[in-house]
Each structure stands twice: as structure tokens, then as C-alpha cells.
């Protein structure tokens, strides 16, 4: 979850609207080293404090824990009860009040432009500076309050297997974008010139963001994007490629769902692994999938695994 998540919620929770809506917030942040990012992130996950959120550019190597509040002592409060927790940060916290448009355009600092390969994901309000080189392709990015930047290293370690990948597919290969979020390696999957692409997601606000998000970039027919779990989303599917950018723990008990959606010579790419969950997601996909070639990737906390199935198995 970002700043931008945080703020969403927590109005909805005080009645409020995403225009402003007369609720005054607070801002909390701290920056933390980002080798420490993932681990820090698990923590606040473990802690149960919904207010408090990590957010990382791995562009420029910078993370920041954020809360937000309602009111400077509550902010206090819950930093000391972070504090307590034995987090380790940089400097000095920084408390602000987050007003009007303040806070509405906060999550704008912590996305950059970032590219691999030809393809570049640039937020939208760089679109009158950004220079498009000749031959690339640019997916336009606005996550709002809402959703994934495709900064984070679990996406990106899913856009670079999709880029390796492409041009061993056909164009009409089927793609299939499992927790597809803000529709990032959809839209992506798109812009490297697939026919057959789709998204699920099991938030109906994430299916519309990515909708919005192929709008915005004119990609209308885009990728069909739908609202399901992994269970419906996947059944009767067989796909050429499946990406699957969710967490370990429920890759592992979806993985009979996820390992039958692949077609023969097909892979399927899992992220949201952490680095130290990776040998438990390999153990598990390598026992559930027999004779299927298995590797994995670490960047900095985070990691994936991509499986190839063989044409037939014995």
C-alpha cells in the first residue's frame, strides 16, 4: 500500500471524499534505508497499524516509512509506537498537514519515469517533457489514489521476464495478467504488441484503474480486464504466458489453480516473493510441477520464479 492508499482509506473511513472533502490530515514520514524496505514493510503488515505504509523508489534507491492522521498527537502517538518496534531510520521524521491539492498530490514524489528494454512507464503529468525515443514504446501511468507505480521491484522483476519473453511469443500468444492492480504488465503486454491479453483482479477498484489506465493511454480495445480470485479468474484458462504479481504465501496455496492455467510450452512468472520466501515458493512450484524448468531471481528484498512447462510431460 502507498501514501496514496493510505489517504484513500483513511477518508472513506472519516466520511470523507478524495476531492478534499473538509477532513484535515496528517502527514508522517521518515526515511528508512531501503535495503531494509521489505523487511520493514512485513513488520507494519504484522503490526496491523493500517495508517502507517512503506513507500520505495528503487529508481533512485530511496524508501520512506508514511503515516497518515488525523491530527498531530495521534501522529505522535503512533510513531512512538513504531518507534517501539525497533525500526530503523534515517534522520529526522517530518510531520506536515496535507491540505486541498497537498494531499491529493503527495504520492506524486515517489513515482519516477523508468524504462527496460524499448519500453518506458512514465507518469502522466511528464508527458509534455517526456521525449519518446524513436522505436520505443511509453505506457502513461496516473496510479491516483489507488494503486501500483510499477516502481517497486516485484513489478519490475515481472516487466523485465515479459520483456525477455516477447520475442519468443507469437503476437497472438495468450497473456494472462493475474492481481493485475493498476494494469501495468497488462497494458505492457499490450504495448509489446500482443492481441490476446487479460487482467483480474479481486478488487473491483483495481480492475477500474487499470481500465482507466488503457484509456489514458488509447488503448481501447485494450486488455480485457475483469473482477476475479485466482480460482475463477483461471479456470478452463490456458495461457502462453500467466504472470502472477501477488505474495507468497498465496501463490503457494493457489498453485495447483496456477500451474493447470499454463499451456504446454507455456511459463508462468510469479512475483511478490520476498527474498528470504524464495526457496519456499521454489521447493513448493518444483514439487507441484514436475519435469517443468524452474529458476529465480533476487532484487534487493524482493524476488521471483518463473516456470517453463514442456511441450508433453512422460
Not at 504446454?264 to 510469479?270: A, D, I, N, W, Y
Amino acid at each position: 500500500m502507498g501514501a496514496g492508499d493510505l489517504i484513500g482509506s483513511l477518508l472513506a473511513s472519516l466520511g470523507g471524499s478524495q476531492d478534499g472533502g473538509g477532513v484535515s490530515l496528517y502527514e508522517f514520514k521518515c526515511e528508512i534505508p531501503p535495503a531494509e524496505a521489505g523487511a520493514i514493510d512485513e513488520l507494519l503488515l504484522n503490526h496491523g497499524d493500517g495508517r502507517w505504509s512503506v513507500v520505495e523508489d528503487v529508481i533512485v534507491q530511496q524508501a520512506w516509512v508514511i503515516g497518515v492522521f488525523e491530527d498531530e498527537a495521534e501522529s505522535w502517538h503512533a510513531w512512538e509506537a513504531l518507534k517501539g518496534l525497533g525500526v530503523n531510520v534515517k534522520g529526522s521524521p517530518a510531520l506536515r498537514p496535507l491540505a486541498d491539492q497537498d494531499w491529493r498530490d503527495s504520492y506524486k514524489a515517489h513515482f519516477k519515469a523508468w524504462k527496460f528494454g524499448r519500453l518506458h512507464w512514465v507518469p502522466i503529468w511528464q508527458r509534455d517533457q517526456f521525449a519518446v525515443p524513436a522505436g520505443d514504446a511509453v505506457l502513461w501511468l496516473d496510479p491516483g489514489l489507488a494503486f501500483g507505480t510499477g516502481n517497486h521491484e516485484t513489478t519490475r522483476l515481472c516487466v523485465e521476464r515479459l520483456v525477455g519473453l516477447a520475442p519468443r511469443l507469437a503476437r497472438d500468444a495468450r497473456i494472462v495478467d493475474a492481481g493485475c492492480g493498476s494494469g501495468i504488465l497488462a497494458l505492457s503486454a499490450v504495448l509489446l504488441g500482443f492481441t490476446s491479453v487479460i487482467g483480474f483482479d479481486n478488487d473491483p477498484e483495481a480492475v477500474r484503474v487499470s481500465r482507466e489506465n488503457a484509456a489514458l493511454n488509447g488503448l481501447q480495445p485494450g486488455p480485457d480486464f475483469f473482477v476475479a480470485d485466482l480460482v475463477s479468474g483461471l479456470r478452463e484458462r490456458q495461457a502462453d504466458l500467466l504472470m502472477a504479481n501477488i505474495q507468497s504465501d498465496v501463490l503457494i496455496r493457489f498453485q495447483r489453480e496456477l500451474i493447470a492455467a499454463v499451456a504446454p510450452r507455456g511459463t508462468l512468472v510469479l512475483s511478490g516473493i520476498l527474498a528470504h520466501e524464495q526457496a519456499d515458493v521454489l521447493q513448493a512450484f518444483r514439487a507441484a510441477a514436475p519435469g517443468w524448468a524452474i529458476e529465480g531471481r533476487v532484487l534487493g528484498e524482493w524476488s521471483d520464479v518463473m516456470l517453463s512447462r514442456p511441450a508433453a510431460l512422460s
